[in-house]
């Protein structure tokens, strides 16, 4: 499932119009990002937590030319599943 069939999910279920739809799709990723920017946890019982993992920065190599680089530090999203998720996958 991608962004647009989550819009046209939302849509059918609720009978909402897809500009309303996108508007509530984008209202919680911006929730989402904002949140993670601010260094916050994302919790959503039953599902999973997302978190913003810090990382140093370090020397890397381009695969292409070979050459070293210098990767500066960062921020990236993490996603932990929850126990009931795992569950329901695993059947």
């Known amino acids: 499932m991608n962004k647009s069939d989550l819009i046209e999910a939302l849509a059918k279920k609720e009978e909402l119009k897809d500009k309303e739809a996108v508007e509530i799709v984008n209202m919680v990723f911006k929730g ?3 949140t993670l920017k601010e260094g916050k946890r994302i919790e959503i ?3 999973g937590s997302f978190t913003a993992r810090e990382y140093d ?3 890397g190599r381009n695969p292409k030319t070979g050459k070293q680089v210098t ?3 960062k921020k990236l999203p993490y ?3 929850g126990k009931e998720l ?3 996958v695993n059947g």
Do not use: E, H, N
């Open 86 to 88: 795992k569950a329901r």
């Open 79 to 81: 996603f932990k599943v």
């Open 71 to 73: 990767v500066g530090k």
């Open 57 to 59: 920065a370090y020397t």
């Open 45 to 47: 019982r039953g599902f």
């Open 32 to 34: 989402f990002t904002k």
